[in-house]
């Protein structure tokens, strides 16, 4: 990746029918990804176990995170954003359906 | 750091004397940074040189930024992300003087 100018917000298709998870950069240290939802969920009963720890922060929309270990539902609007250790078991459990929910996730 | 959430665009002081860095989060491989300017500027004749990669996103305000090996200044708007290779000497020419531009700097 060199040094050109993106936008964050730029490039969503319309009609959104899965989340849609963009790398926008990618070294051995670390990854960083664009994931766009619509009303999307994890699937029921899935819960992500990531090898990885992973910073995330919410740009738009709105969204509900929950941790295995915890009987609260997160929820997060723009500019919130929040650490997920390695192996802490976690599920998206809405976005907001009305627009789309942009969050940019650091794995490292 | 923990999976407490928190708001970038929170506790922001007024009347910023300087620029205003904050750590985020710092492991061996990643250090996140929020910075805060309000019509600040890097000194005159201040390029920085970076031992490490830079990938930064503006969240807010807006900002003009120049490479030494570029004739051209990049205007950066809310969503604008860049990747600065360690040392691509650079300088904030200007940031909005009207209000706080908040940026995002995750250092690699």
Redesign the interface.
């Known amino acids: ?10 490039n969503i298709p319309g009609g959104l029918k899965a989340e849609l998870i963009d790398v ?2 990618e ?1 051995k ?2 990854r ?1 990804e664009r994931i766009v939802s619509k009303g999307h969920a994890s699937p029921p009963g899935l819960w992500y176990d990531q090898e990885k ?1 992973e ?1 995330v ?1 919410l ?1 738009d929309g709105s969204a509900g995170l929950l ?1 295995e270990e915890k009987d609260e539902l ?1 929820v ?2 723009p ?7 390695a192996h ?1 078991r976690h599920r998206v459990e809405w976005t907001d359906p009305s627009k789309e929910t942009v969050w ?1 996730a ?1 794995f ?1």
Do not use: E, H, R
Request: proline residues 3%; aromatic residues 14%; hydrophobic residues 55%.
């Open positions: 990746m060199n040094d050109s100018i993106n936008n964050i917000f730029n926008i950069l070294t240290a670390v960083i720890d910073f922060i740009l941790f997160i997060m609007k500019g919130d954003y929040l650490n997920i250790p802490a940019m650091v490292y």
